[in-house]
């Protein structure tokens, strides 16, 4: 176990996930996949099966999921029916508990001892016309209008190569360069140590941990559950759910760079330097 670290740096900048993170997009895709197999007479998606799922790109968690399923169906049928039945429901996407109040207060909050804004970046795995979507509702969109349109680093960003989404480091670390890059010519870059990332998925957490920055983890209840046995393996980012290789990027269990929390509502804005006006 690696030794407990106590001198951070001062968190700078918060990066995002979106997907059960910030809105309720995660439920609505069970929703969706359930209208499904209820339609070939299929029992409703487990929680083991929807832990194993969530956060997870399609080309790894298909198999896993038809296999499990037995639908009488070609799983590219499914796919296709499945994508178009969440875009049916995406517009639906509604906040989650915390996530205004967080946004809120983020937006306007300052580093305890730097006296610098928090800056605020999005780094979700989806794409643009699943964004659109995903904002229909006037709330949702007034709390993704948060974050800047070059602070939003979407699945389908020119700026991510192909083949690098999450668990690679590149969509925070892109994130990242969009913030200094919109800096002023004399502020000093961020670095990722003085970044907090915000992930519900066992691949984001991997994501930011291996960016180099900090990360709080607000899983889902079903996905808590799943893991809890687990819970130190998650936060060094060293569950291996998807190999990509480069495990120096990886944490140490126990080494502090990484919390979990129930809900956005429980996050300790004192415990990392940062300082909301009443």
């Not at 804004?117 to 794409?127: D, G, V, W, Y």
């Not at 915000?198 to 808590?224: K, N, T, Y």
Request: glycine share 6%; charged share 25%; net charge negative.
């Amino acid at each position: 176990m690696a030794p407990r670290k106590t001198d951070f740096p001062p968190i700078r900048a918060c990066i995002f996930d979106m997907d059960g993170l910030l809105i309720n997009s995660e439920d609505i895709i069970t929703q969706s996949i359930n209208l499904l197999l209820e339609k070939y007479s299929r029992p409703a998606i487990t929680r083991t099966i929807r832990a194993q799922l969530m956060g997870i790109p399609d080309s790894t968690n298909g198999d896993v999921f038809h296999n499990w399923a037995k639908l009488p169906i070609p799983r590219e049928q499914f796919a296709r029916e499945s994508s178009e039945q969440m875009h049916k429901l995406f517009p639906n996407c509604e906040p989650l508990p915390g996530a205004v109040k967080l946004l809120s207060n983020l937006s306007r909050a300052r580093s305890a001892s730097l006296g610098d804004p928090i800056e605020l970046a999005l780094a979700s795995t989806t794409k643009s016309n699943s964004y659109e979507l995903k904002i229909t509702r006037p709330e949702t969109k007034q709390l993704l209008d948060t974050f800047q349109p070059d602070k939003r680093i979407l699945g389908d960003d020119p700026r991510v190569p192909k083949g690098r989404g999450k668990p690679a480091p590149d969509m925070y670390l892109i994130a990242l360069q969009a913030l200094n890059t919109t800096a002023g010519p004399d502020a000093k870059p961020i670095l990722p140590s003085e970044c907090l990332v915000f992930e519900d998925s066992i691949i984001g957490v991997e994501a930011g941990r291996r960016a180099g920055m900090r990360v709080i983890w607000v899983p889902h209840p079903d996905l808590a559950i799943e893991y809890q046995d687990r819970e130190d393996t998650v936060l060094a980012g060293r569950t291996g759910l998807v190999e990509i290789g480069d495990t120096w990027q990886l944490g140490e269990i126990g080494d502090d760079w990484a919390e979990r929390i129930s809900s956005l509502e429980q996050f300790d804005y004192e415990k990392y330097g940062i300082d909301v006006p009443l």
